[in-house]
């Protein structure tokens, strides 16, 4: 892989006409337009004055901020002063937080001036002492000093293994592990779905991109931002998804990136339609499994076919649906392997399976991040002795290389020796009639080890019956695979990504068959 540093190589993309519009706000009182020229200008202001920190080289630069067009310069500065970016969660609460600076020992932190008081504090305590605010609404301490800096800076060389970010994954049980991603890992990446996803160079008329997914995850921060900016295209930018706005903006656009449930609250939206949908050229899906309900009926609403992809903080993005043609798009799974990307299946000890038997997800590749910060024997865990990343999903490949996700291998339900793969059964579950989605998970049961648990939605207006749903699933799928308990809720809880918390659901019932 050639030695670029990440941000150089976005800015070789910018167009020759600087002042064009690079980014304009969607929902700040009034339209913001950014030029390439004030990317170029504010990126290399704010690289200035964390080079007039004199941090040690590589330093973690921690921010957790709300999402504006001020927080992506920072990331990009980060990455031209040759640091490292450390993007937090804006739900993290002081505990979180707590840990986060123990165990990065970030050497800069960026916070909300609202949050100054205690951030600072926590930091100061672990010997962090640059300390800066930064607002969404343009203010903010890193801002103020950055104003005094030079707007000429030239990028730190940095070599495709050195290290640009590093990602706390989302860590739904034990505690948050950070994967270390180099520049290489995501310029490679990024240039495999400028590739795969047919950008459209500005000659034939580029692309526009709705940007409104939040910046402290793969999917905002890496797969939309360096899709946009890779190709010189101008993005729409929302700082926090609005479903409606979204709607009205789509005629400008031609690209949209969501995770499943922005695609359920576009549904919602009458104004959807083909015709508000007539100029775009491009959805993708990920983060979460998209319900094959969401897929066809946004290809009846708008005309397009949903393209779903899969990947992870760890590596990036791995598989992806086709672009061309739109037909080879085949709902339900998350595609093929991305130019570059090894993917196989092997079983629990490690045994190569056959297309379409159910196992383990192991990939190699130039996108595969370096390992986890500071946790040697858990990055060792996670590869095997021939050095493929074992992902923790659970999923089979077809013969012709579609790749099915099933579920976590940590969800996985194991009852009276039996393995039950959740996704199996909740596909069961969400296709009788009033059911709107699903969570199977497994509770502590004294005779099986594990029982497994259903926790439903209806859908608007229909009643639910458990019992009846169980008896229907009877007659469907092993006994052992049926719910021993079915709870109807309002809503599955979520995290900012809009993945289901099954940790949540197992502890909430986990008293279920206590007795
Ligand atoms: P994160 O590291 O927070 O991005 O989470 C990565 C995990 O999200 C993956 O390991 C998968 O379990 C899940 N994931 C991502 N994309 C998809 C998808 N398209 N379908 C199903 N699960 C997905």
């Not at 196992?359 to 996108?367: L, S």
């Not at 099933?406 to 579950?429: F, H, M, Q, W």
């Not at 308990?485 to 940790?503: F, S």
């Amino acid at each position: 892989m050639k030695d670029e540093n990440l941000f150089a190589a976005l800015r070789a993309a910018f167009p020759s006409d600087l002042d064009a519009t690079a980014i304009e706000t969607a929902d700040t009182p009034l339209p913001l337009l950014y030029t390439w020229r004030d990317l170029e200008r504010g990126t290399a202001m704010m690289a200035n004055l964390i080079e007039s920190l004199d941090l040690p080289p590589a330093s973690r630069i921690a921010v957790q901020v709300e999402k504006s067009v001020e927080a992506l310069m920072l990331y990009l500065a980060v990455l031209r002063a040759g640091h490292v970016y450390l993007p937090l969660n804006t739900a993290y609460q002081a505990s979180e937080l707590e840990y986060f600076i123990a165990n990065a020992e970030p050497a800069m932190l960026v916070c909300a001036s609202r949050h100054f008081g205690w951030v600072s504090k926590l930091a100061f305590q672990h010997g962090t002492h640059n300390v800066f605010t930064l607002d969404d609404d343009r203010t903010g301490t890193l801002l103020m000093r950055a104003a005094f800096k030079s707007d000429q800076h030239q990028p730190v060389v940095r070599r495709a293994d050195d290290l640009a970010a590093i990602i706390y994954t989302s860590g739904t049980t034990g505690r948050s592990k950070g994967a270390m991603l180099s520049h290489g890992n995501l310029l490679s990446n990024a240039r495999v779905l400028q590739d795969f996803w047919g950008w459209r160079p500005a000659a034939e008329g580029g692309d526009v991109l709705i940007h409104a997914l939040p910046i402290f995850h793969v999917h905002g921060l890496f797969v939309a931002s360096h899709g946009a900016l890779l190709n010189g295209s101008r993005m729409i930018w929302f700082s926090r998804f609005d479903a409606r706005a979204v709607v009205q903006r789509l005629p400008e656009a031609t690209v949209f990136m969501g995770v499943p449930t922005l695609y359920t609250r576009l549904l919602a939206e009458p104004g959807l339609t083909r015709q508000a949908c007539a100029g775009m050229r491009l959805f993708v899906s990920g983060s979460a499994p998209l319900l094959i309900e969401t897929f066809n009926d946004f290809r009846d609403r708008s005309g397009h076919t949903i393209l779903e992809r899969y990947g992870m903080s760890e590596t990036v993005m791995l598989t992806s649906n086709p672009y061309r043609p739109e037909s080879a798009r085949r709902g339900g799974t998350v595609g093929v392997p991305l130019p570059g990307v090894q993917l196989r299946v092997h079983s629990e000890r490690g045994a190569p399976l056959h297309a379409g038997e159910i196992g383990g997800i192991e990939v190699k590749g130039p996108n595969v991040f370096k390992g986890y910060w500071r946790m040697p024997e858990k990055t060792a865990d996670d590869f095997t002795t021939d050095l493929w990343f074992k992902t923790g999903d659970v999923g089979k490949m077809d013969h012709d290389h579609y790749v099915t996700i099933v579920g976590r291998s940590k969800d996985l339900i194991i009852t009276g020796g039996y393995n039950v793969y959740p996704a199996e059964v909740e596909g069961y579950i969400n296709e009788i009639p009033g059911v709107a989605e699903s969570a199977v998970v497994g509770v502590p049961h004294a005779d099986f080890g594990e029982a497994v648990v259903a926790v439903v939605t209806a859908r608007n207006g229909a009643t639910l019956d458990s019992v009846a749903i169980i008896a229907a699933l009877k007659n469907q799928i092993a006994n052992f695979k049926v719910p021993k308990q079915l709870i109807v809720v309002t809503e599955l809880p979520r995290n900012a990504m809009g993945k289901v918390q099954k940790n949540l659901l197992r502890e909430q019932h986990k008293g279920l068959f206590a007795a």
